[in-house]
């Protein structure tokens, strides 16, 4: 009996099978309950040998079966402990983590340097009155240089602002006549454009300096810092004669074709220079209409395209890209 007990409970992996090894033997037709019960079929005499031993070994059976019930309870416990175990150590999944605008970059860039020559930032409403966008700069109602900057109107005299210049206006109005002033007015502007290099909606810098004598070789020294530090120091730049009604004299900035900035340096081709900024003295009339005493009091103001700066350092060919939300692109920054 026993040593078939012995050869049933070896082959027991697990508590389900144990206990049809226990109804095997102990169970009300199990083997021990039927050597217990066939006693009666032996000779009396010795009965009461057998019986005893039957059940001794019942006894070892059942003290066997629980011992192996406790072990294999305690298994099937810490398997399962060990299966739903974390483990804290672990790094986690990675959270997709959000990143800056290519335009942000440029601008905070952008920002970052002029302030550090001393150039507070000033903003202002993109929804701006026609004074303040054309009139206030010498742009009256019938000017033609109107049509360099195709205007969303919103009712006559209302419009989406078409550059930021008219936050310099806000300022020099608010400020005048006191001095110095030295800001630049980063933000969207507006224009009725829509091709690889003009969106309806883009991003400007624009600066403005004004206080006595002010000359046009501190607007040439600001921007030559300027363009050295965000393109490399080796960049060259060219100042070529231009038209704004609101500067004047007038000109265009170009820089040399090797840049250096952004993702390495390159260099770009055809005549060897790429168009920025356009930049000049404010014109007098712009300074009086502002409250400014134009024989007293000079100033410089220039004005770039962010996205145009962000295509150069970034070796981009289609401005759209920086709208469409392409995520691909933008996680190339
Ligand atoms: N306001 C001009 C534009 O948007 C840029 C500019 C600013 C030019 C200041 C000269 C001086 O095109």
């Keep these: ?84 175990a974390i483990d804290v150590t672990l790094p986690g999944f990675p959270l997709p983590l959000g990143k800056l605008h290519p335009l942000t970059v440029v601008q905070h860039r952008v920002v970052e340097i002029f302030t550090s020559m001393g150039f507070a930032v000033a903003t202002g409403p993109e929804i701006e009155k026609d004074y303040y966008n054309f009139e206030a700069l010498n742009l009256p109602k019938e000017h033609p240089a109107r049509d360099m900057q195709d205007s969303f109107y919103i009712t006559e005299e209302v419009l989406l602002r078409t550059h930021t210049s008219p936050v310099q206006v806000r300022v020099m109005e608010k400020f005048a006549p006191k001095l110095p002033i030295r800001i630049i007015s980063p933000g969207k502007v507006y224009r009725r454009d829509d091709d690889a290099t003009h969106s309806p909606m883009f991003a400007q810098c624009e600066g403005l300096a004004v206080d006595r004598n002010i000359r046009f070789s501190d607007l040439k020294g600001v921007l030559l810092t300027f363009i050295k530090e965000l393109f490399g120091p080796k960049t060259k730049m060219r100042l070529r004669p231009s038209y704004f009604p609101f500067t004047e004299p007038s000109a265009e900035v170009d820089i040399s074709c090797v840049m250096c900035g952004g993702v390495g340096c390159k260099v770009c081709k055809g005549s060897g220079w790429l168009e920025i900024l356009g930049s000049g003295m404010v014109h007098p009339r712009v300074l009086e209409m502002a409250g400014y005493d134009s024989s007293q009091v000079t100033g410089f103001a220039f004005g770039m395209g962010l996205e145009r700066i962000a295509m150069l350092l970034y070796g981009i060919d289609d401005l759209r890209l920086f709208y469409d939300n392409d995520l691909r692109f933008l996680q190339l920054f």
């Design 1 to 84: 009996l026993w040593q078939s007990y012995l050869y049933e409970v070896n082959k027991v992996s697990n508590l389900t099978e144990l206990q049809t090894v226990k109804v095997k033997f102990l169970g009300k037709k199990g083997e021990v309950t039927l050597a217990l019960k066939s006693l009666k079929d032996l000779p009396p005499d010795i009965r009461p040998e057998v019986g005893q031993k039957i059940n001794a070994v019942k006894k070892l059976i059942e003290e066997d079966l629980e011992k192996k019930e406790q072990e294999l309870a305690q298994k099937a416990l810490a398997k399962k402990l060990e299966q739903e």
